[in-house]
């Protein structure tokens, strides 16, 4: 029983120096892309990993308010991505 929780401890934790070490990848291909859908992309990646770490953290520390956290920056991430897609196809904000 011991060894199942431990080992389960550590795939958690190594799954997040996992998309944290990927999240900084995502952030060198947002500040360097090439092209703007690059950037955006990058920028998108950012958010889905910062939304799986903190379900991550949830199912590691059992604070569940990391579950709260995790579908707001999902739904928030979700928006800013239409929002850039349609400002880089029409050249316009959002009114």
């Known amino acids: 029983m011991v060894a199942e929780l431990f080992s389960f401890t550590l795939l958690l934790t190594s799954a997040l120096i996992l998309i944290s ?6 952030g060198y291909r947002a500040f360097i892309g090439p ?3 690059d950037r955006v992309i990058g ?13 991550l953290l ?3 520390t059992s604070f569940d308010h990391f579950v709260l956290v ?3 920056l999902a739904i928030i991430g979700f928006i800013s991505t239409i929002a850039a897609a349609n400002y880089i196809s029409e050249s316009e ?3």
Request: hydrophobic share 65%; glycine share 6%; net charge negative.
């Open 21 to 26: 070490i990927l999240t900084l990848f995502c």
């Open 35 to 37: 092209t703007v859908p």
């Open 43 to 55: 920028i998108d990646a950012i958010g889905t990993n910062i939304t799986a770490i903190a379900i």
């Open 58 to 60: 949830a199912i590691l």
């Open 70 to 72: 995790g579908l707001v």
């Open 93 to 95: 904000v959002i009114q």
